[in-house]
């Protein structure tokens, strides 16, 4: 009788898990690849280097008298509000003193010079593709490395960045994104070493991101939903982890508060900020809040066209009969429910979904109304998550290898040739768009105009483009007296089109004023600028304009009365002399005398 072999039973063993793919680059590869990103994304934005200044830079550089003292000037921006420099009564209740510290250490070496911002604006968009790719590798550890490069072209060529290089004043996002994913990044590096320089490190990056920009606040929350999806922590580790950003924020706050009052103490929104305050009714504020939500998601998808402002009434109020509102609402449940079915099993989908509504929460007027309705400004940050889910789609297309496999990037572009070809693709056409629209940026009369014709129905933009007129009608003045005439009646033209569709903006009736200046009837020039002073009491540019109109008219007596509302401490040469010459002509020779002296002539 033979004898049956016994075979002892054997456990199943969990196979350790794999190497993680990112990890198998060097350290000197990735910084290569960094590097790469951060010299893409300086080349594609190249052309911008020696553009002028536009839109709000007047308010951050050119004509802020506290960027303009250098770095004597550092105590003000610390202790002030954004525009405190530019104009004392803009209640923007904005604490961004970083972005400023940096246009006025660039002052204080180069003087007023707009190509100097803007190499630094390419400098730092440049950090931003480094640190972002740096930031995605080591989060996505163990997935394949394929994707953190994707993720990082994706987001450094999307064209809704555009207006934040371009602009100047918009380095205030760049600032504050940067300190994020520098912070993130360390964060990473602590979690994975266990090493305590790191993380302090990381707090001071995070730091410097708030005082960057107040958008900066929505991405404490992240903190723990990084660490939670990709770091395999207890919720103790992940609280504990968590809770120094948490202070740093309330850090920020109180200082922010104990300098401007409470979180938006004072602001006083019109429909012409943000048009949602127009709507007739809840059902109509809701409707046209869901579709508006729509359109942050459609612009990441899709972003065309771009224009520089979305103010009344460039995205029209509607109701719940509109087809849009719908659609909207589908495409952002749709989102919804991805972040659901993947958030248990952590996936990669799951997280950009929650990347994408965390950081536009406070853009979307739902708990607290936005400065805005929608600016393409606000999707810089949302937009990784959404660059995040297009390269996690992207890399199911991907051929599997075995762990024994030779990664080379000779045999991956041999072997997916399908998903280089979406991604170069996907490259070709954002750079194409990139570089068609830039060239709109290089100075304001381009930028408006084009947005003017875009944007038809917007009260602003219309503004803007008769303000950009205005302004070439006073640069003529002296070289071209007959095209400053025909400049100045264009201009009239333009803000009253804008005026039409709002009437309470008072630029737009200071720009009319100084217009009506040059074509030489300055009584309807002192009605236009005392429709401003209405409006806006006490603003330095339509005094001193209305003055000068007063001047002209003869008006000597009421013309003191104006230049003498002005602040002392804005007043310029020009303004001490209108006043020595209205008050020679008064009679009053010791004032006349006194102001002459400030004046330096």
Known sequence: MSKRKIQTPVKSVKPKPSVAFTELFSSRTKALLAGAAAILAMLVYSPSFNYGFVYDDDAVVKENRYVQEGLNGLGKIWSTSYFQGYDESLNARA????????????YSIWGLNSTVNHIFNLIFYGLIGFFTFLFLSKLLRNYHPAIPIIATLLFVLHPIHLEVIANIKSRDTMLGFLGFVIAAWLLLVHLDTKKWVPLIFSLIFYSLGLFSKEEVLTTVALIPLIIWFFREEKIGKIAVTSIPYLGVVLVYLAIRSKILGGLNAGVELTELDNSLLACQ???ERTASGVMVLGKYLLMTLFPHPLISDYSLSTLPNVNWNDWRVYLSLLGNLGLLVALIHGFAKKKLYSFGALHYFVTVSMFTSILITNVSVYNDRFLFTPVLGICLIIAWAISQLIKKQGQEDKLSTASFFKSNFIVVA?????????IFKIESHLPYWQDRFALFEHDAQLAPNNARM????GGSLARLAIEAQEKDPNAARQYATKAIKELDAALAIYDKIPTGYIHKGNMYIILGDYKKAEESLKKALEQSPGNYFALTSLGNAQFRMLEYQDCIETMEEIHPSYRKGND?????LCYDRAGNTEKAAENRQKSGK
């Open 422 to 430: 979406i991604v170069s693709l996907l490259g070709a056409i954002s």
């Open 281 to 283: 009714g809840f059902g």
């Open 462 to 465: 219309r503004k803007n483009h």
């Open 95 to 106: 604490y961004r003193p970083i972005p400023l510290t940096t246009l006025a250490f660039e």
């Open 576 to 580: 001490y002399y209108i006043l020595s």
